[in-house]
């Protein structure tokens, strides 16, 4: 794990106020030390990605969070679809079937 | 690597906003994070930034043009990893998957963790509100290595300005977390979540630990491993004497029985183990070297033999 002034260092744009911000808003959540935050690699590529936003890419301090949320939305949604899908490879061949074809059904009705 | 500008699909006399303007559009279509079912976008995404780095930068940009640099800039990209790779890597799940409360369980005590499917199940999803869950605050501490043998009381001040009263149970060890109940971060309903404290042992430079054992290396004279002796020894408990046997050998472990780290809920402490190290004599001067060489003439020796000790 790093300390808050190593990561200031490897992202030279970061700035501290902003950095503080993130953390009180739950965008970030590192560690708590002793001597202060400390960041492990999920935080790290975190930080990267909230740097990529806001500095890189315009996102502004008010949307930064929800974007965030959303991403972390995404993420879980995609996480508990795994959990579904293995659920559903567990079951017998016929159920299986059912599902598809009960899930391709859904799909026409909307699009009528 | 491409051109920059080719790569960011602008003129060569592009003005700098047409080529933020240009960047930004195409890393929304390719940023991996936003698009984490698209394994192709990481690649292209990098090449984005690569180019982005260069013409982005007016003053990058003019040496690019007069040819100073190349395009792949004057610096390496560093090795970049992107959160999607982490996003379900994080053991303690600080991040998303937050509305799943620890204990929480469905009608079968099961832990249901996926809400989305409770709430799906359940009906419609009709009279939910919005409510931020209690949160979960974590927090790393150091100790050194007799605190985590014998065990202590910390008060630690955390960078939120909050003191905690930590309990460190004898025998911790490496790497345990410690849940303090209600330490956390309130939600909204004012129920404070839960502190967890991650406990790092710094190591020590004359013991190391393996379970409930401690493991120390005592090295002896050659006289004293011939003749045995009466040694003092460290232990976690401050020094004792132990009887070095007649006769030791280089690498026999000597065992001070109850001198180890708690065993915890099983009760009763480990055991230390004393490896001894036979020095070779300091100052051997002529008179050792020709005894030696008279004795190894009636006791031939090849330690390089297989078998050998």
């Known amino acids: 794990m790093i300390r808050e002034h190593e990561l200031i260092a490897q992202y030279t744009y970061l700035e501290r106020e902003v950095l503080l911000t993130w953390i009180e ?15 492990d690699r999920v935080d790290e590529s975190r930080v990267a990605l909230a740097c990529d936003l806001h500095y890189r890419m315009g996102l502004d301090h008010a949307s930064l969070p929800v974007i965030m949320s ?43 | 690597m491409a051109n920059p500008y080719e790569t960011l699909d602008v003129a060569p006399n592009a003005s700098q906003e047409d ?25 292209r995404f990098k090449e984005l930034n690569a180019a982005y780095d260069i013409v982005g930068d007016a003053d990058k940009r003019k040496r690019y043009d007069a040819g100073e640099i190349d395009e792949t800039g004057t610096e390496r990209q560093p090795e970049r990893h992107f959160y999607r790779e ?12 937050r509305e799943a409360q620890a204990g929480q369980r469905d009608h079968e005590g099961a832990d249901f963790d996926y809400d989305i499917f409770a709430d799906l199940f359940r009906g419609h999803g009709e009279g939910a509100t919005f409510r931020v869950p209690p949160r979960d605050v974590r927090y790393a501490l150091e100790i050194n290595f007799l605190d985590a043998v014998h065990g202590t009381r910390k008060a630690v001040a955390m960078p939120d300005g909050k003191t905690l009263d930590i309990t460190i149970p004898a025998g911790i060890s490496d790497g345990q977390v410690l849940r303090l109940k209600e330490q956390g971060l309130p939600g909204s309903d004012g129920k404070p979540g839960d502190a967890y404290v991650e406990i790092s042992v710094q190591p020590h430079a004359g013991f190391k630990r393996e379970g ?38 280089e690498g026999t472990k000597l065992r001070l029985r109850g001198k180890g780290v708690s065993r915890g809920q099983a009760g009763g402490r480990g055991d230390q183990f004393v ?16 005894f030696m060489a008279d004795w190894e003439k009636t006791h031939p020796q090849n330690p390089r033999r297989k078998g050998a000790a």
């Open chain 2, 275 to 290: 490896e001894i190290h036979i020095a070779p004599p300091e100052g051997a001067d002529e008179a050792l070297a020709q």
């Open chain 1, 25 to 39: 808003e739950g965008v970030l959540a590192p560690y708590r030390g002793e001597e202060g935050y400390l960041f």
């Open chain 2, 19 to 43: 080529i933020r303007k240009a960047y930004r559009k195409a890393a929304k279509e390719t940023h991996p994070d936003l698009n984490p079912g698209k394994p192709e976008a990481e690649e």
């Open chain 1, 70 to 112: 959303l991403i972390d939305q995404l993420h879980d949604a995609r996480h508990h679809l795994r959990a579904l899908a293995r659920a559903v490879a567990e079951q017998p061949e016929a159920v299986q079937q059912e599902i598809i074809r009960r899930m391709a059904k859904d799909r026409t009705s909307q699009r009528e």
């Open chain 2, 86 to 97: 982490y996003a379900d890597a994080d053991p303690n799940r600080r991040y998303g998957r």
């Open chain 2, 212 to 249: 409930s054992d401690i493991l120390s290396k005592l090295p002896v004279s050659l006289g004293e491993a011939l003749n045995g002796a009466s040694v003092r020894v460290e232990t976690v408990d401050g020094p004792v004497d132990v009887k070095v046997p007649k006769g030791a050998k």
